[in-house]
């Protein structure tokens, strides 16, 4: 079962919506797919800004396009 993508109320800063949290030399945030190539393992060559939800939604963001279901809705079966 793929896990419920909450709606989150506009944030700024990276990781306000779920993700990671880390920006990115470029100036972007990253995502959790990319994480470990933009910003090394450990995560050194990016900035950590730990705004709020930080990682909330690592599973939903990680899920296959296909399989991800808003916050709510129902399952499918």
């Not at 896990?3 to 990115?24: F, L, M, V």
């Not at 994480?35 to 909330?56: I, M, Q, W, Y």
Request: charged content about 25%; aromatic content about 4%; hydrophobic content about 25%.
């Amino acid at each position: 079962m793929a896990a419920a993508c909450p709606d989150r109320p506009p944030c700024h800063g990276c990781g306000c919506k779920g993700g990671p949290g880390y920006r990115g030399p470029d100036g972007h945030c990253v995502g959790f797919r990319e994480l470990d190539k933009v910003c090394g393992n450990p995560p050194n060559r990016c900035v950590f800004e730990n705004a709020p939800g930080t990682g909330e939604n690592r599973e939903c963001a990680l899920a296959p396009r296909g399989k991800r279901q808003k916050a709510g809705a129902p399952a499918a079966e």
